[in-house]
């Protein structure tokens, strides 16, 4: 697809091209399970829970799940969060250490398998850790970048999470994995919203298939 590049030039002029910081893989593992069906805030105040309760992953995966449950509450849940992060957890100690680092010696559709074969994690949260966590070139659908990649012809409404991700990861460059999946956040946040969208302040307007919504 031609356009993609002046969607990224032009996407890159308005919200900048943020670089990937530091982020420990199996933090960002826990954090995504946390995350599911609630806010940002609650899946941080779930995490930070977890961590004053326990102290380290050792402490997490021996405790007695009702214990888990308990920690994550606030993020809803609970009882499938905790056997999922229980489930991570136990996964990494028989492989000897609470360390994901040994997924960088996987090609990209390895690694998501070995996370997706984790109760409770999908594909998002898989390529959220090999994305945010390894720096890998996972590229990352949320609902943001759906509805966005829809609008601008990049993906079918009606192809379904999975193949979206495989039609998106082809399009971006790999180097501009981590910064396309921010600015196309930032566009359906601040100006593709779902309803009413802002297309008079978008700068990708012109390669829209549907200007003028608003
Ligand atoms: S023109 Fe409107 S609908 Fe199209 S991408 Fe921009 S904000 Fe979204």
């Not at 031609?2 to 990224?8: A, E, G, N, R, V």
């Not at 993020?75 to 028989?94: E, F």
């Not at 039609?167 to 919203?193: A, D, F, W």
Request: aromatic content about 6%; overall charge positive; some cysteine.
């Amino acid at each position: 697809m031609p356009q993609i590049q002046k969607i990224i030039a032009a996407l890159e002029k308005r919200f900048g091209a943020e670089v990937r910081p530091d982020r420990d893989p199996l933090d960002v593992l826990v954090r995504g399970i946390l995350s599911q069906n609630t806010t940002d805030s609650n899946s941080k105040r779930a995490f930070d829970s977890l961590i004053k309760t326990f102290g380290g992953w050792e402490a997490v995966r021996a405790a007695p799940l009702p214990a888990l449950e308990k920690a994550v509450r606030c993020s809803g849940l609970a009882r499938q969060k905790a056997a999922s992060i229980h489930a991570a957890l136990s996964w990494l100690n028989a492989r000897g250490g609470y360390n994901l680092d040994f997924l960088n010696g996987l090609p990209i559709k390895q690694a998501q398998e070995e996370l997706t074969a984790i109760k409770g994690v999908g594909i998002k949260t898989a390529r959220l850790v090999l994305l945010f966590g390894l720096g890998r070139p996972a590229f990352v659908v949320d609902t943001h970048v759906l509805r966005t990649g829809e609008r601008l012809g990049l993906l079918d409404a009606r192809c379904g999470r999975v193949r979206a991700h495989a039609i998106m990861s082809e399009l971006i460059p790999p180097q501009k994995t981590y910064s396309v999946h921010m600015n196309m956040i930032k566009l359906g946040r601040e100006i593709c919203r779902p309803k009413r969208p802002l297309c008079r302040e978008c700068p990708v307007a012109r390669y829209c298939l549907h200007p003028g919504l608003c």
